[in-house]
């Protein structure tokens, strides 16, 4: 079963940076564009940041210039670099990919927490 295993949240102070992986096992994982979602308590899940096979990147206006994300192929890991961060980013952030049909590539993983807090 192809999946998606993501780390590196936790507790930081507002301001402060954390950078996010999301590892994914099985093959195509280059053809894929990939993307950060999160969901925080009562909310919906929203996508943050996006990055296509091609390297094209888009970001929610709510991260805008704060936010990067990257891919390594090789790897076959996407990364989630966060800076000058706000209480209102806390969440738990997810990965996925999307195939080229617009379908979701990977059973959705346990995501992994931010508390952004003082």
Known sequence: QVQV???GGGLVQPGGSLRL????SGSGFSIYAMGW???????QRELVAR????????YADSVKGRF????DN???TVYLRMNSLKPEDTAVYFCNGVRTN?????SWGQG?????SS
Do not use: F, M
Request: aromatic share 6%.
């Open 5 to 7: 295993v993501e780390s």
């Open 21 to 24: 992986s999301c590892a994914a």
């Open 37 to 43: 979602y999160r969901q925080a308590p009562g909310k």
């Open 51 to 58: 990055i296509t096979s091609g390297g094209r990147l888009n």
């Open 68 to 71: 990067t994300i990257s891919r």
């Open 74 to 76: 090789a790897k076959n």
């Open 102 to 106: 617009g379908s979701l590539a990977y």
């Open 112 to 116: 992994t927490q931010v508390t952004v």
